[in-house]
Structures are given as structure tokens and as C-alpha cells.
């Protein structure tokens, strides 16, 4: 418990510092660079305070001066705090808005860069996807969770269709991004944490340049079948039918 409420007071003035300092370096720096380095800095003493640790693999599959798609399962809140302190690269979230309009952390997601689409609005996140489409092209990479929220269950759930409409649009590698072991250190819900170590697994990237809309469900099936491979049975959820077993059921 007493590690709880330390996390949760670094995570407060660690969010307000770095929010501030976040947005003070977007006034003076073009494109958000500088933002996300605050962001990592963020991140590493979030984990620290937390008594996280996260051990990364596979980053050989990927070059980290390409702009990518990176598509990650998401477990916990602690996706976010590992993937944005680890994640050797340059990227920007595709968030939901609602995150914005928190105080300073929203500021600081401005700052950077990130992208908010509004889930309720399906020609505003059409929208957002777009831009985000561009950002990438345009060689800065973006990091979705295709399953939209957090799992309930610790176990990987269905995927959304909108990160896969931006990465088909992009014509930029989509990369699979294995997150293990964080839905037991906060589950949805909890408040209580539990520190252990993080696996993050980062896959092969898969081109996208020579696929179109048609083929978005084939590629959902096969970054959703990248993904659990890398996962611990407990994690993995239940595998879906594939884009060619759907049209046949």
C-alpha cells in the first residue's frame, strides 16, 4: 500500500512538472521532438517510483529512424508509462480526447504532438485518423492500441478496425507490440498496485503499401495473431476466425 500512495503522489507532481515543461519546449522546438523526450523522462520516473522494471525485445526488427505504425495490446495504464520510457523511437499517441482535457497531461499531449480522436464521432475520428495517416508518411511513427480500452480480464480482446484504416493509409510498415505483465501490476479498476517486471515484445513490421481497405480485415487477423503468439497463455485470450473464416461462417 505504501508504495501505491508513493506511486501516486510521483505520478501527480511528475505529471504536472513534465506536462509543464512538456508544452514550455513545444514553444520552442517544432514538431514535438523535445515534448517526447520529456515524455520518456515522464515515463522512467513514473516506472521508478512504481518499482517497475521493463524489459524490451526484438527492438532488431525495427530501424528507428522509420516512421512505423505500432500496434500494442493494452493491459493496463502501465502500457503507456512503458511504452513511452522504452520505446527507442521518436512516436505519437493516437489517444482519445478525453485524455486532453486532464489537467497538465493534456497540455503536455499537445505539446508533443499526440492526436486526439473522438470515438464519438465517427467523421471526426475518420478525420483523425487521417491526419495521423499524414504524420506518418510524413515520417513521424504513431503508436495505437487496436483494442481501443483496456482489458477487463487481463486477456487480449477484439480489435477496433480504425488503427488498421490509418496504417493501410499511412503505407507505412504496421509493427505488432507484444505488452506482458502489466494488467497484474493495475488491472482497469484497481487502485492498488503491484510491481513486477514488464515484457515488451516488438515484432516484425508488415508492409502495408501494396494492401487497400479491401484487405483491412486480413490485416487485423494476422497483427492480432503477432501479438497473442507473443503473449503468456494466461494473456492470450481466445484466438478470432480469420478475415477468410469470417466469410465463411
Known sequence: ?????????????????????????????????????????????????????????????????????????????FDIFALVAHLPTQFRWLAKKELFQLPFLGVGMKGAGYIPIDRSNRREALRSLDLAA???????????????????????QSFKKGGFHLAI?????????????????????GFRMRPQTVLIYVGDPVPTEDISLRDRDWLISEIRRRIQEKLPPVEKGEPEPTAAESKHS
Open 1 to 77: 500500500m505504501l508504495r501505491s500512495l508513493l506511486f501516486y503522489i510521483v505520478l501527480f507532481f511528475a505529471t504536472i512538472f513534465c506536462g509543464t515543461a512538456a508544452m514550455i519546449f513545444a514553444l520552442i522546438s517544432r514538431g514535438g521532438n523535445l515534448s517526447h523526450l520529456i515524455a520518456r523522462l515522464w515515463g522512467r520516473i513514473v516506472l521508478f517510483a512504481a518499482g517497475v522494471k521493463v524489459r524490451v525485445e526484438g527492438l532488431q526488427n525495427i530501424d528507428p529512424d522509420q516512421a512505423y505504425v505500432f500496434a500494442a495490446n493494452h493491459q493496463s495504464q
Open 134 to 156: 499524414t504524420r506518418v508518411r510524413e515520417g513521424t511513427s504513431i503508436v495505437i492500441f487496436p483494442e481501443g480500452t483496456r482489458t477487463v480480464d487481463g486477456t487480449l
Open 169 to 189: 493509409k499511412s503505407k507505412r510498415p504496421i509493427v505488432p507490440v507484444s505488452v506482458s505483465g502489466t494488467f497484474a501490476i493495475l488491472p482497469k479498476k
